[in-house]
Nanobody, 115 residues
């Protein structure tokens, strides 16, 4: 299993970014996918989840209405569209899949929201 995140960067408050997570090594279309984030000294926080076919999505209260999780099963990729970004969204963002009872994580991508 391999997960590779991309799309992070520096953005001003109110701006947007789209994160991507390219997956390989498992049947992507059969698994729910998750985005987490982590800041220094804090535990990883679940940001968003999408079911295997994309029919159901859930979000942390802190990002509802601003972030959208989506997936393209033909491309084995899950996305996180982040709009109206705030300084408190600054974190390393990770995608995760639970496969055969084990959690697999990508290497993370840094998102910094600052003027």
């Amino acid at each position: 299993v391999q997960l590779v995140e991309s799309g992070g960067g520096l953005v001003q408050p109110g701006g947007s970014l789209r994160l991507s997570c390219a997956a390989s090594g498992f049947t992507f279309s059969s698994y729910a996918m998750n985005w987490y984030r982590q800041t220094a000294g804090k535990e990883r926080e679940l940001v968003a989840t999408i079911t295997s076919a994309g029919g159901s999505r859930n979000y942390a209260d802190s990002v509802k209405g601003r972030f959208t999780i989506s997936r393209d099963n033909a491309k084995n990729t899950v996305y996180l569209q982040m709009n109206s970004l705030k300084p408190e969204d600054t974190a390393v963002y990770y995608c995760k899949v639970k496969n055969w009872g084990r959690d697999y994580w990508g290497q993370g991508t840094q998102v910094t929201v600052s003027s």
